[in-house]
């Protein structure tokens, strides 16, 4: 069984900001690890994963995330958040063997201006 | 390269009806995966379909159903709707179970 939780709902955050999303994972088998990012009235589409390798990783639009096997937590930063990046971000673990991903409940990124 | 297509993007049942939805996975890849997506939380994983067969379910009464074809496209089919399977459906594939899974623009469903 594997659960994701993330420690936010939400975030407000200036524009040009710094800004961290926290998720934590459990999970008793492999996984592997994905933020995706949802725009409203729209699908998921996938920022960055983290299948191994490198603890740090680098996805799309400047986001990147660290994974922590010790805290088991995938946190997703950006060093200087856009008006555009306002979004539901979700994080979610994949199971390498039943194929199944378990998402978190999201959290909604807000920039202001 | 198209990517996860799916078909429609909106519709509207009353209860009791049914419902077909359809998804057309990235080129290249063989696995669909279904979720479903209701207002304000994550997507939860309904089934997923690989060599046509069912591999995997989550844990959705019997009134959820798929199939796989030949071409690796995929249908969900929900019977006797409920007014709680007003949600968003999407649709995930991914080259082969437990790889990255990537996603189509949903179909929102709303059930009157």
């Known amino acids: 069984a594997q659960s994701v939780t993330q420690l936010d709902s939400q975030v407000p955050v200036f524009e040009e900001a710094p800004v961290e999303l926290r998720c934590n994972y459990s999970s008793s088998v492999s996984v592997y690890l994905f933020w995706y990012v949802q725009y409203p009235n729209q699908g998921l589409q996938l920022l960055l994963k983290y299948l191994s390798g490198s603890t740090l990783v680098k996805g799309i639009n400047g986001f990147e995330a660290e994974f922590n096997k010790s805290q088991t937590s995938f946190h997703l930063r950006k060093p200087s958040v856009h008006i555009s990046d306002t979004a539901e971000y979700f994080c979610a673990a994949l199971n390498t063997n039943a194929g199944k991903s378990t998402f978190g409940d999201g959290t909604t990124l807000t920039v202001k201006p | 390269d198209a990517g996860v297509t799916q078909s429609p993007t909106h519709l509207i049942k009353t209860r009791g009806q049914q419902v077909t939805l359809r998804c057309s996975p990235k080129s290249g890849h063989d696995t669909v995966s279904w979720y479903q997506q209701a207002l304000g939380q994550g997507p939860q994983f309904i089934f997923q379909?690989?060599?046509?067969?069912e591999r995997q379910r989550g844990n959705f009464p019997d009134r959820f159903s798929g199939h796989q074809f030949p071409n690796y496209s995929s249908e969900l089919n929900v019977n006797a709707l409920l007014l709680g399977d007003s949600a968003l459906y999407l649709c995930?594939?991914?080259w082969g179970i437990g790889e990255t899974q990537y996603f189509g623009p949903g179909t929102r469903l709303l059930v009157l």
């Open positions: 995930a594939s991914s």
């Open positions: 379909y690989y060599e046509e067969e």
